[in-house]
Nanobody
Framework: QVQLVESGGGLVQPGGSLRLSCTASGSIFSIGSMGWYRQAPGKQRELVARFISSDTTNYADSVKGRFTISRDSAKNTVSLQMNSLKPEDTAVYYC??????????????WGQGTQVTVSS
């Protein structure tokens, strides 16, 4: 099994910054895609940013220019630097990783989620 542990959420004022981190552990052979999704109350879970390969990223249009995703493949860690936060960024943020286990089985794992609240 592969476990994802997130950290870094919290309450911040509009215009502020937060940094989320996620570390994957367990029976990991390789991780292909790793990134962040979010879900606001009453809305579907949506992509925020992710690595789809070692050096190729996707960002939601709503966060381009404000959020930056980074990855440390050696440590199976992905981070999300969030700047110029807006109230509409308020959501539970989930880490996701897709890859192969040491047994050659594909995995698609989610973290438990971390709350980000942007409010004055």
């Amino acid at each position: 099994q592969v476990q994802l542990v997130e950290s870094g959420g919290g309450l911040v004022q509009p215009g502020g910054s937060l940094r989320l981190s996620c570390t994957a552990s367990g029976s990991i052979f390789s991780i292909g895609s790793m990134g962040w999704y979010r879900q606001a109350p009453g809305k579907q879970r949506e992509l925020v940013a992710r690595f789809i390969s070692s050096d190729t990223t996707n960002y939601a249009d709503s966060v381009k220019g404000r959020f930056t995703i980074s990855r440390d493949s050696a440590k199976n860690t992905v981070s999300l630097q969030m700047n110029s936060l807006k109230p509409e960024d308020t959501a539970v943020y989930y880490c996701n990783a897709v890859g192969l286990s040491e047994f050659g089985v594909r995995f698609n794992s989610w973290g438990q989620g971390t709350q980000v609240t942007v409010s004055s």
